[in-house]
């Protein structure tokens, strides 16, 4: 009986313990920047097949979160190119998804200013950026779109060379510049909107001139032969990195706001740029 009581006390103060524990933890990943992204605490993803609707974030609910998370801010200077009107929505320069990507800037010049470890391949040290919400920032489009994406305004968008900056990324592509990387721009966007993008990355200060941009574009990119207009996501970008790297690159630094940028190797280390927006496999 009071071996029994005692292995009750036992079992009793172990499971305070790990209470105090997950507590501990719990508070770590809502009050320390950067520790759920170090430590893989991303919110899980529904199920594919929900059984019950507890299963499930309500959508207007997340729709809130985000624009909290990005600092809603109406921008009273930029024209919308679909209304004409000066209605758009920015991020605030010091809401928390600013102060999030500075966390991962100032962790990736660190990274890139001691390239005697970040570079493990042969070949000119390069970094590679991604466009829509890694050095352009698409929240605009967003708001205005209500999440739902559609070519057509999306291209105006584009065509209009609207987007800002992602906050600190200018700064990042410039420093990485001045360590003698070479830098390139790789994105999804269809090769037809070329003049467009590499004017809204020069219009908000990213240095193009000396840089390579590419955007797919099937008839000219031999390189993506292997699965040619069938190309996932990954492939395109993974058979962009491998051309690149084919060229007498070693990309050290892959930096994307989607798995699938990042997927697929042919980059010393890779930077994921936050996006709660949109999902694309
Ligand atoms: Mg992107």
């Known amino acids: 009986m009071l071996r029994s009581f005692s292995s009750h006390l036992q079992g009793r103060a172990m499971r305070v313990a790990l209470v105090a524990a997950a507590l501990a933890i719990a508070v770590l990943v809502v009050t320390v920047p950067g520790f759920a992204r170090v430590f893989g605490g991303a919110v899980p993803p529904p199920p594919a097949n929900p059984t019950s609707a507890d299963q499930i974030q309500n959508i207007d609910q997340v729709k809130t979160a985000i624009k909290a998370y990005y600092g809603d801010t109406l921008d009273t200077t930029t ?34 200013s001691h390239s005697q470890h970040a570079q493990t391949g042969p070949g000119t040290k390069a970094v590679l950026f991604d466009v829509d919400d890694t050095t352009l920032n698409t929240y605009s489009y967003e708001i205005f779109s209500n999440f739902v994406y559609n070519p ?32 390139f721009f790789l994105t999804g966007r269809p090769g037809t909107q070329r003049t467009a993008t590499e004017g809204n990355l020069t219009n908000v ?68 740029i936050p996006n709660p927006m949109y999902f694309l496999p």
């Not at 758009?88 to 990736?108: M, W």
């Not at 600190?168 to 592509?173: P, S, T």
Request: charged share 20%; aromatic share 14%; glycine share 8%.
């Open 79 to 112: 024209v919308d190119p679909v209304t004409g009107l000066k209605d758009l929505h920015t991020f605030s320069p010091t809401g928390a998804y600013a102060n999030e990507v500075d966390g991962i800037v100032s962790e990736a010049k660190w990274y890139l």
């Open 152 to 183: 057509t305004t999306n291209a105006q968008f584009v065509n209009a060379e609207v987007f800002p900056a992602v906050p600190h990324m200018v700064g990042l592509e410039k420093y990485a510049e001045s360590r003698g990387y070479k830098v």
């Open 205 to 272: 200060g990213y240095d193009v001139k000396d840089s390579n941009v590419y955007l797919k574009d099937y008839t000219a990119d031999t390189w993506l032969s292997p699965c040619a207009t069938t190309c996932t996501t990954d492939q395109y970008k993974t058979l962009t990195r491998q051309h690149i790297e084919s060229l007498g690159y070693d990309i050290v630094a892959n930096f994307g706001d989607q798995y699938s940028d990042l997927n697929g190797g042919f980059a010393d280390r890779t930077f994921k």
